[in-house]
């Protein structure tokens, strides 16, 4: 996550994989991570609820994980 093409440490990522939400943070170049540990397809949505600069960011996609 990065605004003005700076990272956004420690920013609340809600994940939802299959309906199932989690939150994890952002490290201090933007990033989390999330290890799936079974193969399989998975609906997979992101979202970054915003801040005083930034609005509500989302996305969607479905992945196929092939070694979990």
């Keep these: 996550l990065s605004y003005r093409n700076e990272p ?3 920013a609340k ?3 939802y994989i299959n309906g199932k939400a989690t939150t994890l943070t952002t490290n201090s170049k933007g990033i989390i991570y999330y290890a799936f540990k079974k193969k399989g397809t998975y609906k997979f949505k992101a979202v970054y609820k915003g801040n005083k600069d930034l609005k509500k960011v989302e996305f969607s996609r479905t992945i ?3 070694n979990g």
């Design 8 to 10: 956004i440490a420690n």
């Design 13 to 15: 990522i809600t994940l």
């Design 64 to 66: 196929t994980v092939v």
